[in-house]
């Protein structure tokens, strides 16, 4: 039972609840994400659905599955810029894409892939290391909003100047510019750089293996997820991960503590890229 006098406890409660709600109504499962990162996204939902109390908010997503989508894309926070983390595109660039050169044909799996801003810089430094074409990108994420807007590609125009720098930043060897069309406010990136990926709805909490993967990119997903959960879903990775095969997680997170981290080598501590070792 809570103190009928503490708001805290209340709001904890009613956040169990909603948890629980979205659970076994839709399917999604957020009870293994960081408790104060989602209480803040449940609280902006709040405002953003003009709901006085989780409870309300509650009440209303049980009764309006039309609101789900909008809903899960503003839980799932989908942040993200091209070329994000430079240092980590010339890694993967220089150390890992040399490698990934001797298969006939290239899975990637680009798990959390928010907007498309990865999907896009990676499709470009693959196009200009000569791989693209061989190569087949599985782009996924939890939210069915944040997919459409990366098939569109359509990023705003005052964003492109540091993104050109980021992608020389990267090692990219032309003009960003080449790879886009302005049109007033915006950039439109070349349809082309993703003739070769497929889009897909996928769950890192209640879906299993994507592919026989040869590259694993998910970067600042892990980070909003407890560390029971980080340990399952890098199981997964290891799982879905041909031997020799890479992975790359975010910056700001690691595997040390994870079970399946003797399953990797690390290749790089400040990209956070890893191979899956063979053998294990
Ligand atoms: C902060 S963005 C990271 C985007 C990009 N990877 C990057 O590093 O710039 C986190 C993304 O993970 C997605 N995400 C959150 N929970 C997920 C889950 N359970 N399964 C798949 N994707 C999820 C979100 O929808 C969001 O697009």
């Excluded at 897909?200 to 980070?223: G, K, M, P, S, Y």
């Excluded at 997964?236 to 080598?265: P, Y």
Aim: with cysteine; aromatic share 10%.
């Amino acid at each position: 039972m809570t103190d009928p006098h503490d708001l805290a406890a209340l709001e904890d409660l009613e956040l169990d609840l909603f948890v629980t709600a979205l659970d076994r109504r839709y399917g999604y499962d957020f009870s293994g994400y960081s408790r104060a990162s989602l209480t803040r996204r449940v609280r902006n939902l709040n405002m953003q659905f003009g709901t006085p109390t989780i409870t309300a908010l509650t009440d209303l997503l049980l009764h309006s599955p039309e609101r789900i989508t909008e809903a899960i894309s503003s839980l799932s926070v989908p942040v993200s810029e091209l070329f994000r983390d430079p240092h980590t595109f010339r890694a993967l660039k220089e150390k890992v894409f040399p490698l990934l050169s001797s298969y006939p044909s290239i899975n990637i799996w680009q798990a959390g892939c928010a907007h498309g801003q990865e999907v896009y810089s990676l499709a470009i430094l693959l196009v200009e290391a000569g791989l693209y074409e061989r190569a087949r990108i599985y782009a996924t994420d939890i939210s069915a909003k944040a997919l459409a807007r990366a098939r569109e590609g359509i990023f705003p125009l005052q964003d492109a100047r540091d993104a050109a720098r980021r992608y020389l930043d990267s090692g990219g060897t032309k003009s960003l510019s080449d790879y886009y069309h302005a049109r007033y406010d915006f950039l439109k990136l070349d349809e082309r750089l993703i003739s070769r990926v497929t889009f897909a709805e996928h769950n890192l909490v209640t879906d299993t293996v994507f592919c026989e993967a040869h590259l694993i990119l998910c970067r600042n997903v892990l980070i909003y997820f407890t560390t029971p959960l980080q340990d399952r879903v890098l199981g997964m990775f290891a799982e879905s991960l041909v031997r020799g095969g890479f992975l790359c997680i975010g910056t700001r997170e690691n595997m040390q503590f994870a079970s399946a981290r003797e399953k990797f080598q690390l290749i790089d501590g400040d990209a956070q890229i890893y191979r899956r070792k063979s053998g294990t």
